[in-house]
């Protein structure tokens, strides 16, 4: 005869576990560096496994395209594509130039000092899981600590800011995108004339955002800032996560909010986070 | 044979979310197959050993993704009991039913990862974890017409039966 259990050890068990997962939660959250030598060696088997699956889903994913379109017109559709990738690229170097001028104007004025991105050792990484709960919008790339990958390193896109590094294991790395309302970003607004902006800028992540990505980033000003649409926002290097000037995105549209007291200001995001595939690994110990 | 299989059940869960499940997921809502596979072991396992099983998947899930270690933990050791409470009422060779049972514990399931949420001081917004917490649920209870009865006819007299001593 099995003996019988004992409600009160039960519980008190029960009330243990909870407590410990409570704590381990909170210490083991988003950024937070911990020990974690099975996930890191389960990362390392399932890695080649995803990335395998995600090739080949792009690859289906492209072939089902072609299937409803002529090969002419996927063609056009790729010239086409990398057309607007190449005038963007134009336009957001454009807009570098004016902030160079801009740059230069204040360090004729000797109140600017900070570095670019360029001055940083950059990794490129590919893509090989993304969002691996509905939960997070994250991505996993194929570069970890042994590639000298450390939390927080600031991650962008051939055009603009992706995100930072959360999680690092040995030949992995999960990258919390900024359309994630938990990776904030300072940030500045500036306008054709370069008045300058500051807030804080950070992932609305609501949901229909895959399906229409046109917003997917708002920024917190006072009602007295003013910022117009096609304003262009970039990293402030304002918290020392985020290298200063890194393109982000353009307003869309202004709005106060509820209390009159808060204007939102609703970006459009440069990079295409659907898209995307390759991403650069900023080393900020790596500056000059 | 049969740990083989669930193993690789349990790895699937693992990668597919994040890689085929990018592509069919809705507005970011994609169902959570860890959860999924637990429930479907919980409906035929023992309820001790349906806990158990639940507890070790949670913090193998939670090592796997990295961080919050116990949010997942807690969310399967609760779908694993719920799920052996409910399945003595139950008539698992009902798909139907089955299908309405996935979906209130999937339900269950993520409102205890958005309770955790909630508690580890992440902001997520209410009308989020409302779309996410019945978009992942019914998702999963879509996708027991499609793997149920596979999983449930393997699980009574396939690789996944268990047998006894004198059966092997």
Do not use: C
Not at chain 1, 4 to 13: D, E, M, Q, R
Not at chain 1, 19 to 45: C, D, H, Q
Not at chain 2, 106 to 134: E, M
């Amino acid at each position: 005869m099995g003996k019988k259990p004992n409600s009160t050890g039960i519980a008190v068990l029960v009330f243990l576990v909870v407590i410990v997962a409570i704590t381990t939660i909170r210490l083991t959250g988003l950024g937070k560096e911990f020990p974690n030598p099975v996930g890191s060696a389960m990362e390392k088997v399932l890695a080649p496994v995803e990335s395998v699956i995600w090739k080949m889903g792009d690859g289906f994913r492209g072939n089902i395209r072609a299937i409803f379109s002529f090969n002419k017109v996927k063609a056009e559709n790729e010239a086409l594509q990398s057309q607007v990738d190449k005038l963007v690229g134009d336009n957001i170097k454009l807009k570098q130039q004016v902030l160079a001028a801009l740059r230069y104007d204040e360090l004729d004025e000797g109140i600017f000092d900070s570095p670019t991105l360029d001055k940083y050792k950059q990794m490129g990484a590919s893509i090989i899981n993304r969002d691996t709960t509905a939960w997070y919008q994250t991505i996993t790339v194929n570069k970890g600590s042994k590639d000298g990958v450390k939390i927080n390193d600031p991650v962008v896109a051939y055009v603009g800011l992706v995100g930072k590094v959360v999680l690092v294991a040995e030949t992995t790395s999960d990258v919390l995108l900024i359309l994630d309302g938990e990776g904030q970003v300072g940030a500045i607004a500036r306008d054709s004339h370069g008045h300058a902006v500051f807030g804080v800028l950070h992932g609305t992540y609501q949901r229909g955002t895959r399906l229409d990505s046109q917003v997917a980033l708002e920024m917190n000003l006072k009602r007295e800032d003013e910022v117009n649409i096609g304003d262009l926002v970039l990293t402030s290097g304002l918290g020392g996560v985020y290298p200063k000037e890194i393109p982000i995105g353009v307003v869309e549209k202004t709005q106060l909010d509820s209390t009159g007291l808060i204007k939102v200001a609703y970006i459009k995001p440069i990079v295409n986070f659907d898209s995307l595939e390759e991403v650069f690994l900023v080393d900020m110990a790596g500056g000059n | 044979m049969r740990y083989i299989v669930l193993l690789i059940l349990f790895v699937t869960s693992l990668v597919l979310p994040g890689t085929v499940f990018y592509y069919w997921s809705w507005a970011g809502i994609k169902p959570d197959l860890a959860m999924l596979l637990i429930i479907y072991i919980a409906l035929h396992y023992r309820p001790a050993q349906g806990v158990a099983i639940g507890f070790v998947t949670g913090l193998l899930v939670d090592m796997f993704y990295g961080r919050n270690i116990g949010m997942y933990t807690i969310a399967l050791t609760v779908v694993a009991l719920l799920s052996a409470v409910l399945q003595k009422s139950w008539y698992r060779e009902n798909i139907p039913l089955t299908t309405f049972l996935v979906f209130i514990v999937t339900l269950v399931g993520q409102l205890v990862i958005a309770f955790l949420g909630a508690i580890a001081g992440l902001n997520w917004y209410v009308g989020d974890i409302v779309q996410i917490v019945l978009g992942v649920s019914f998702y999963n209870a879509l996708l027991v017409p499609l793997t149920y009865p596979l999983i449930h006819g393997s699980f009574t007299s396939g690789v996944l039966k268990e047998r006894t001593k004198y059966e092997k």
